[in-house]
């Protein structure tokens, strides 16, 4: 082949591929329907045709020693190296060894030089059915990066497997991500020897782990249907479940829970092994610690020693009268009037009183003393060992060990509450039980304190826990308890309440195991208590203490219609008349019907047996009760009563108890009597007759209820259960006071009362007919029966289309292709969902009237008012509208005698995504005019448009199942209904 031939062929070759590209794009772009399907394969035909002539050049042909492998050529090769014509498959595609600028193996269009064409803005690239296979043999299966084809174990390139067509991410991913993802599930399966296997588990994992988009949700694939989209659990579910797992300790409600005796029954002991804390933890919280805040002028006894920084007050009289403080100093002195200084530390104050007047009395005749301690002196003393606060602390000289401890915060966690040592030097003074201050209130801490002393806690020594029925349930520390009766002692006892038949123990073998521990006590009193005394305790113990059963094995009950329900005493031989005496027991009106429910042993399973009250009042029926019985006695209206019902003109219309004798009469007087507006000559009857148990015959009749109330006893009849009684209407009530609305551009807008039977033509008469501007072809009649109507159809259309799939129709098409159809019918159905929530429902009547009232009066077109009518006068339009699928949807100037066409042509023309084929007009009275298929009705391009007019353009369905098609259609007809009545409102 010649350079020229070869020069010619190339950019024969460009030029088809740029054309035949961009035909794919802009088909892709605007979706596929089967007319678009059906023009691309006829295109494709012919660019097949022209491309022949442009490659081949004339009068020669291809010989056996062309080269196959040239980037040139587009075609694909035989085994014998001969050129073959493309395929329809491959002449869409890119060529598979054709390299788009530096990128190998990039999925990308290419461009008509050679650069690659990225996706516009906001544009998913799907390729159509012939795009599926496009990347050939040569191409590098396992070792190019950004491939996405999965590959075979032969290399060959394969179209993708189904985990790798799934549909896209939501709005706000790209296709970046996905490519990414299948380069790394490529890069991870190229050496396995399953390849197909591997990237399916690779695709299905790192769908697993993506996060979902648009707040979480996330849709199935549809080639992975049988899998529901919520199978991943997240770590909230997952905890719930293993929460749920955990063993249940409430027990589940009986159906028959509402018995006393079975709730009773099934009221469960709580179990025990709560934390408990310990015995007299709680009685040190509160101290300060603060030696300020102590009290330091505390009464003190003449037993007291005094001592350096003691304040005393000394009262004189007799010879002298004086009254003189003094403080004894480091000395132990003090120093007295005319006296001189006096030793009195170490003395009581007994002996200092003494002391000081036999010292006065040789200054002063007839002198008497008298003293007292003014303020008392501290000592300094350090509390040590396991205490809130260890250190040295000045309390008074009154203090005892345990107000040292309580200022130092008490022992902690693990101090000792049984052992307090006071020390006096290396002496040791006393061991304290701080038990027999908390449990008995006596303390045994009579040695004050004196400067130097200290207070030793040690660490704590054994420990008991003792839960369940006692008093003080707490963990208790042991010094010397070695029973458990000792133990149960220190808990306070055992409540009444508790059972001492099985005593559990929990206990540890120390630096062993854990075991359990049962003592089983007997019946008698003194055994059971020598048994006590003599089981040992130990350290680490739990002794659980036993909640006796809870319900009561003695009681019967009654409950129901009866003046005192409730619990009373069995006793044996009890009958039904112990429990019931008399009809002074029971409520007025009793039914005749009662039951007893017995639990029956030894499951205490619920048996209901039935008894008629008055046999077993006066004795016929008496039968002996049981423990656990109940006894239910129901009124006379609660088991099938017998009612009848009164409906129409009364005040208080229902159903009403039955009474012996009541008449049609006296049900109206129970009803409250007639309303203004009830018909009062006859009322109606309806009764029914059960024929031979078998079925059910109705019968109605008339009753002269006026008479009937003026006491004509022959017109009353009496009532049987399930009469119902009618009371009509007056004939022409309900119109009293009906109006209809006119507004807009009539003379006299407002609201207007109307007779029955009146006219259109009528009211706008009274209204003053209508003013210059108005335009009444467009006029608008709402009615709210008609609304209701529209409604219903709406919110019917909007449970169809979210119960019914958009669907892609079946047929050839490649996975990719089918996965970018179904994202675009699902848009599709959520917009159309949208709109229809939107645009409430119009109750409009299409009429047809003119400026010329006379014209059309008392015609089909001047229709008769109802009550709530609202009609709107709009102003002459002056523009047509244009909606739906166009370039520019836009109000567009009237001009007379121009069409559809014309008007179409100024907004633009319809877009890619609008359906020619279906476009329709909507005129302003409300009528519709649709195109259609046939010969005939394609006029409607050539049809003169009105003011007020509106074109619209619908959305093509493309791809989608017929079903789909039709509902989708109805659905936008229904949403652009509204769009005439917007517009003249709004005019």
Not at 345 to 360: N, W, Y
Not at 562 to 572: A, E, I, L, M, T
Request: with cysteine; proline share 6%.
């Amino acid at each position: 082949m010649s350079s020229e031939e070869q020069t010619e062929t190339s950019e024969g070759i460009e030029v088809c591929n740029v054309n035949t590209l961009d035909y794919i794009r802009r088909m892709t772009k605007s979706g596929l329907g089967w007319s678009r399907i059906r023009d691309f394969w006829f295109a494709l035909g012919l660019a097949v045709l022209i491309c022949g002539f442009l490659v081949v050049p004339r009068g020669s042909a291809q010989g056996t020693d062309q080269n196959c492998g040239t980037g040139a050529s587009t075609e694909t090769c035989a085994p014998n190296g001969e050129a073959q014509a493309p395929s329809a498959e491959d002449s869409g595609g890119q060529r598979a060894d054709q390299s788009c600028g530096s990128d190998e193996g990039s999925t990308e269009p290419c461009g008509p030089n050679g650069e690659a064409e990225a996706p516009s803005a906001g544009e998913v690239h799907a390729p159509t059915a012939g795009d599926s296979g496009a990347q050939g043999e040569g191409q590098k299966c396992s070792g190019d990066e950004g491939t996405t084809e999965a590959c075979t174990p032969s290399d060959e390139a394969q179209t993708p497997t189904a985990p790798n067509s799934g549909p896209a991410a939501e709005s706000g991913s790209s296709e970046t991500e996905q490519s990414s993802e299948a380069e790394s599930c490529i890069q991870e399966c190229g050496e396995s020897s399953d390849t197909e296997s591997c990237l399916r588990t690779c695709a299905q994992s790192r769908e697993a782990k993506a996060p979902a988009k648009n707040g979480g949700a996330q849709q199935p694939s549809p080639n992975r249907r049988g899998q529901a989209a919520g199978a991943r659990e997240k770590p909230e579910a997952q905890g719930a479940q293993n929460r749920q797992s955990e063993p249940q300790e409430i027990q589940q409600q009986s159906p028959y829970k509402n018995l006393p005796s079975l709730h009773d029954l099934y009221t469960q002991i709580p179990a025990t092994g709560g934390k408990l804390q310990r015995f007299g933890s709680n009685a040190f919280i509160v101290g300060t610690g603060n030696a300020n805040e102590l009290p330091m002028d505390l009464p003190v006894g003449p037993d007291y020693v005094l001592g350096p920084g003691d304040s005393l007050i000394v009262n004189m009289w007799g010879g002298q009268s004086d009254r003189v403080n003094r403080t004894i100093d480091r000395q132990g002195e003090i120093e007295l009037p005319e006296a001189g200084t006096i030793m009195i530390s170490g003395m009581t104050i007994t002996q200092a009183q003494s002391s000081i007047q036999q010292a006065l009395s040789t200054q002063f005749n007839n002198e008497h003393v008298e003293i007292s301690l003014g303020r008392l002196r501290t000592v300094r003393v350090y509390v040590v060992g396991d205490v809130e606060r260890p250190g040295a602390y000045d309390v008074s000289s009154l203090s005892t060990p345990l107000s040292a401890l309580y200022a130092a915060g008490g022992p902690t966690s693990r101090g000792s509450l049984r052992i307090l040592r006071h020390y006096r030097g290396n002496q040791l003074v006393r061991e304290i039980d701080l038990y027999d201050f908390l449990l008995k209130g006596v303390r045994s801490d009579v040695e004050r304190l004196l400067p130097g002393d200290t207070l030793l806690v040690p660490t704590v020594g054994p420990q008991v826990t003792v839960e369940g029925m006692v008093h003080r349930p707490a963990i208790y520390e042991l010094n010397g308890e070695k029973t458990l009766n000792q133990v149960i002692d220190l808990a306070g006892g055992v409540l009444r309440t508790a059972s001492l038949k099985q005593i559990n123990v929990a206990r540890i073998v120390a630096q062993e195991r854990r075991t359990m521990v049962g003592l089983q006590l007997p019946d008698d009193p003194s055994e059971a208590a020598k048994e006590l005394a003599d089981f040992p305790v130990q350290g680490g113990d739990d002794v659980v203490i036993s909640q006796i059963l809870p319900y009561n094995e003695g009681a019967v009950y009654l409950e129901g219609h009866v003046y005192r329900p409730g619990k009373y005493s069995y006793k044996d031989g009890m009958t039904i008349n112990d429990l019931l005496h008399s009809y002074q027991d029971l409520l007025p009106e009793p039914s005749d019907h009662a039951e007893l429910i017995r639990l029956q042993p030894p499951d205490f399973r619920p048996e209901i047996i039935n008894f008629d009250l008055r046999d077993a009042l006066i004795g016929n029926d008496s039968f002996s009760l049981e423990p656990f019985d109940l006894v239910h006695v129901y009124g006379r209206y609660d088991i099938d009563p017998p009612m009848v019902s009164i409906k129409g003109e009364v005040l208080h219309p229902g159903t009403y108890p039955m009474s012996e004798g009541m008449t049609v009469a006296g049900l109206v007087s129970m009803a409250g009597g007639f309303t203004r507006s009830a018909y009062r000559d006859e009322a109606g009857l309806s009764s029914y007759v059960v024929q031979n148990g078998q079925k059910v015959l109705v019968t109605h009749s008339t009753v002269a209820i006026e008479k009937a109330l003026d006491g004509d006893k022959s017109a009353d009849v009496t009532l049987k259960p399930g009469d119902v009684v009618s009371i009509q209407q007056l004939a022409g009530w309900q119109d009293i006071g009906s109006t209809v609305m006119i507004r807009g551009e009539v003379e006299h807008a407002g609201s207007y009362a109307i007779q029955t039977g009146e006219r259109l033509s009528s009211v706008l008469k009274r209204a003053g007919g209508f003013r210059e501007d108005a335009y009444p072809p467009a006029a608008v009649l709402e009615r709210s029966q008609v609304r209701q109507l529209a409604e219903q159809a709406r919110q019917q259309m909007i449970r169809q289309i979210e119960d019914t799939p958009a669907q892609v129709r079946p047929g050839a098409l490649g996975a990719q292709t089918t996965t970018s159809i179904q994202q675009s019918l699902e848009a599709q159905r959520q917009e159309i969902l949208a709109s229809l929530r939107s645009h409430p429902a119009s109750g409009r009547l299409i009429i047809n009237i003119s400026s010329d009232i006379s014209r059309w009066e008392n015609t089909p077109e001047d229709i008769e008012l109802r009550a709530g009518d609202n009609l709107f006068i709009p102003k002459r339009p002056n523009f047509v509208v244009v909606s739906g699928q166009v370039y520019n949807p836009a109000a567009i100037s009237y001009v007379p005698g121009r069409d559809l066409t014309w008007y179409l042509r100024k907004a633009g023309g319809a877009t890619p995504a609008g359906d020619r084929k279906q476009i329709y007009v909507l005129h302003a009275d409300g009528s519709v005019v649709p195109r259609g298929d046939s010969w005939v009705s394609n006029n409607l391009m050539n049809l003169r448009m009105r003011p007020g007019d509106t074109i619209f353009v619908p959305e093509r369905i493309a791809g989608a199942s017929t079903v789909w098609q039709n509902i989708a259609a109805v659905a936008q007809a229904m949403a652009a209904a509204a769009l005439p009545i917007a517009i003249a409102e709004a005019y």
